[in-house]
């Protein structure tokens, strides 16, 4: 060993090593024709800053590809910009710039932070998703889909607020009101442009079969908002209703007057209807409401809530009696109310429920609220009946209180109703779908301009592709409320290009979804002639290993998995299934701080005391006491980031790197503290050391070179097995035991030594590369350790000469003793009798040992008495 080591100084390390690989052009990607491996984190919005709980995405991704180059994989490793939305236009608004450069000022200072990361990034194939290059090729695509029927146009229901003259996305609805305005928001029916994503239904829920590399929990998510479900469609006869009401015009139907459309997937339950629900803007509802100012009061009340199923399941259950009834279809006897409810949704099959209180807990609060009535029909098998109180029974059982369906459990109660409902003329069995189409307009200017001319005597006309892109224009203003390009008075006005008269140009832009729905298929190629270059698509896709939080398992994935089956339908790419491997990372988290007027405080601005257990903090500049709040995750809002600039100054990145990666397993949340980014810098340099500490002209014995070798080839099978099941966090756990075995061995020669660190040196890479770097070097290997193939284990060297075998005594497990593999079952015998804790447990039960049973290498059964 070296005498005196150097210490690792990463301020001078890591830009050494990051000049080295950029002068190499290390990471553009290489078509070599190998096996390819596509690696790809959700790219982000360009907010202007990136703080550890972003890098954790990323450097997620980067291990992978890193992993998978040294396996000799052509690795596409690509970033861009999701770059579209509202809140660049919110600063135009509030600081009087343009959308445009907050933007790409905001990009280039990602880009800054995102390179002193150190990723393997192929950074000539980056782009942003409002660069005209881009967007005019999603035109384009858009225009194709349009041909094909996919694109359409009707009214939508939106969040409309009055005082912005603007459309609202859900989120943007707070306690019903406009987030940046507070006036309450109104529900509009605006003329809107949709995506038919319900044509692939069906496919987008099978092909959730094929993806056996996603979380189970998010293909759950995706069906369950796909929604499928199977069940009948009932109409059920008015038999009461207001003399206000219009008399059905001969032959012709009349929302007023004819049988209320209900759809079910619970037809078993009919027998404990109670009453009829429909959804504030039903025809039936707003017929009513003509006449009854309670009525039109109620529907302006409920288009106060927002649009989204969230908002309106949280909101309390309002209903109005509409002075209607209607027939039971089972029951000649009993006749419904017809109420309107805030919680029944339009978009949802015909915008009327029934209500069986007694097994859907919705129903219930509602009924319980308005005293209707509540008859239970569904009781499990084993019960004589059952009681409601203040919760529905959903669960299985049999029909009772239900006449012909008396005895029969679910499943054959819901065939017997749809039959008899179908037999009599009332009703049929049908399937429908919670998913809704696509709604891609948006009233902003921020986006990519859609690619529609409007003219009085042609109707809707395309741009030709000739006149591809349709660019926003820059001189527009946010002086006053609305989208900019409605009011533009150049921009707007156009001549048809079909007859050529004076028309206009759709104002709308899309919903910036769409930008993120196909940015993995132009990567294979940004800059083809095509939106998507077919042979680069095919030869990349499917994304091997696709990365992102989890907020984004429904509607983003959802999304891209919609375009890409469009995309193939039209001839565009070969694959439906964009992503073949998914995973989904827990955050970053860190404590809050906040000042006693509710100001939050950085991190960077508090010193932390620990006075006997009780721990306080306070504010460097100023020294007011802070209140410690609860440890969330890293956002802006609440000032508790940690910015990859900050970690570069005091511990350095590779530091940075490894604690994101090394304290939690990487689908959990990791709590960022400075101790455990302190412990991670230790460990950078105890690597540095011991690469600094090689001699090779070290002396060592057979035995001891050999006994290096085999714990050098245990740590290449555990810390590949790590990185390929993503358990980051066990293969670093396995990585700072390996480095505590070669420091702390002896004995071993140079040469030993050596094989050893160079493997630790391609192990270590994927986490630390810059150390990694320097230690290859040190070595006096050739090259960069990122060129050098991953190390390969012996399967006879990897395995453990030990085994631990638990003792159980009687079934519960009271110790363990270790023992060679392959141990004689009597010598297992004698180690487990002779065991301490299992001669204490013997003596303090005053047992004795009647029968023993070893299964060899796996464990030791103890009968005692």
């Known amino acids: 060993m070296s005498a005196s080591p150097t210490r690792y100084d990463p301020k001078t390390a890591e830009p050494r090593q990051q000049q080295r690989w950029a002068e190499a052009n290390a990471f553009v990607t290489k078509d070599t024709g190998r096996k390819k491996y596509y690696v790809l984190e959700m790219f982000p919005y360009p907010s202007g800053n990136i703080h550890m709980g972003h890098a954790r995405n990323y450097v997620m991704g980067d291990v992978v590809a ?23 236009e919110n600063a135009a608004m509030e600081r009087g710039i343009h959308p445009k450069g907050w933007t790409y000022d905001n990009i280039a ?16 194939r980056e782009f942003a998703t409002c660069d005209p290059e881009y967007y005019g090729k999603q035109q384009a695509w858009f225009l194709e889909l349009y041909r094909r029927g996919l694109v359409f146009r009707r009214d939508g229901v939106v969040n409309w607020d009055p005082v912005d003259n603007t459309v609202l996305a859900n989120e943007q609805v707070i306690d019903g009101r406009g987030w940046r305005s507070g006036a309450p928001v109104e529900k509009r029916k605006l003329n809107q442009w949709f995506l038919r994503i319900t044509d692939y239904a069906d496919d987008l ?16 998510m995706q069906e369950n908002w796909i929604g499928k479900s199977k069940g009948a469609t009932l109409w059920w006869t008015i038999v009461e209703a207001p003399a206000f009401l219009p008399a059905s015009p001969e032959g012709e139907p009349n929302h007023a007057r004819d049988p209320i459309e209900v759809y079910t997937t619970r037809p078993d339950t009919l027998f404990g209807a109670s009453f009829i629900a429909l959804a504030p803007d039903h025809p039936l509802t707003k017929a009513i409401a003509e006449h009854r100012p309670d009525v039109a009061d109620f529907i302006k009340t409920c288009a106060q809530t927002g649009t989204s199923e969230a908002d309106i399941e949280k909101a309390e259950k309002l209903g109005i009696d ?59 098998d084993d019960a004589p009946t059952i009681e409601i109180g203040t919760e529905a029974y959903t669960g299985p059982g049999r029909a009772f209180n239900s006449g012909f369906l008396d005895g029969l459990e679910v499943e054959e109660a819901k065939a017997a109703a749809i039959a008899r409902v179908e037999a009599q003329g009332q009703g049929k069995g049908a399937t429908i779908y919670r998913l809704r189409d696509w709604g891609v307009s948006r009233q902003r200017y921020w986006g990519c301009p859609i690619p529609i001319v409007h003219c009085p005597s042609c109707g809707v006309v395309e741009v030709p592709a000739d006149q591809l892109p349709v ?10 409320p609305g989208n900019p390009l409605d009011r533009h008075p150049t921009w707007k006005h156009v001549k048809c290009p079909s007859c050529g008269t004076d028309a206009t140009r759709e104002t709308d832009t899309l919903d910036t979804f769409v930008d993120s729905s196909w940015y993995f298929a132009r990567f294979t190629d940004p800059t083809a ?21 989890v907020e984004h398992a429904v509607l983003h994935l959802l999304y891209a ?14 694959v439906k299934e964009p992503f073949a491997g998914l995973f989904t990372q827990g955050m970053v988290v860190h404590e809050t701080y906040r000042r006693a007027d509710g100001a939050w405080v950085e991190p960077t601005d508090v010193e932390l005391t620990n006075d006997a257990g009780k721990r306080s903090a306070k504010q460097i500049s100023t020294g007011e006491a802070l209140v410690i709040g609860d440890i969330e995750k890293m956002s802006k809002s609440k000032k508790n980031v940690v910015a990859p600039a900050e970690i570069l100054e005091s511990h350095g990145v590779d530091a940075g790197r490894l604690f994101v990666l090394s304290d939690s397993p990487p689908e959990r949340d990791v709590q960022w503290t400075p101790g455990g980014v302190e412990g991670a810098s230790r460990f950078v340099q105890r690597v540095w050391t011991l690469f600094d500490s090689y001699d090779a002209s070290e002396t060592g014995s057979a035995d001891k070179d050999a006994a290096l070798l085999k714990e050098t080839h245990k740590a290449i099978k555990a810390v590949s097995e790590g990185v390929e099941g993503f358990r980051f966090n066990s293969a670093i756990a396995k990585l700072y035991a390996f480095v505590a075995t070669i420091r702390d061995f002896e004995g ?28 290859w070097t040190r070595l006096g290997e050739a090259g960069m350790v990122l060129d050098a193939p991953w190390p390969v284990y012996d399967p006879a060297l990897a395995a453990d000469d030990e085994v631990v075998l638990p003792i159980q005594i009687n079934g519960k497990r009271r110790g363990e003793v270790r023992m060679p593999r392959g141990a004689d079952p009597k010598a297992v015998e004698a180690e487990a009798l002779a065991n301490a804790a299992v001669v204490a447990y013997l003596e303090a039960n005053a047992q004795s040992i009647r029968k023993v049973i070893v299964v060899p290498d796996r464990i030791v059964n103890l009968v005692a008495g």
């Open 109 to 124: 200072n990602m880009r800054d932070q995102l390179k002193l990361l150190g990723l393997s990034l192929d950074w000539s």
């Open 66 to 88: 890193r992993h998978k180059r040294a396996q000799g994989y052509d690795v596409l490793h690509p970033m861009g910009w999701d770059a579209f939305g509202m809140p660049a």
């Open 471 to 480: 660019v926003l224009p820059d001189d527009v203003t946010f002086d006053v």
């Open 205 to 220: 829920i099978e092909g959730l079969q094929t993806l056996d590399r996603w979380p189970e929990k998010v293909r759950l």
């Open 322 to 380: 509409l002075g209607v009834r209607v027939q039971h279809p089972f029951d000649e006897t009993k006749t419904l109310p017809v109420w309107s409810a805030n919680f029944v949704l339009s978009t949802y099959g015909s915008g009327a429920i029934f209500g069986c209180p007694a097994h859907d807990q919705r129903d219930l609060d509602f009924a319980r609220k308005y005293d209707l009535p509540v008859t239970p029909v569904v009781k499990p």
């Open 561 to 574: 998995r919609f375009i890409t089956r469009a995309l193939s339908d039209a001839g565009m790419l070969a």
């Open 529 to 549: 002639a095509e939106p998507v270059n077919t042979e680069a698509a095919n030869r990349w896709l499917a994304v091997d290993q696709y990365i992102g939080g």
């Open 748 to 775: 071993a020669s140079g040469a030993a030594r050596k094989e050893a660190l160079s493997a630790l040196a391609r192990l270590v890479a994927p986490f630390t590369p810059h150390v990694a770097e320097e230690g």
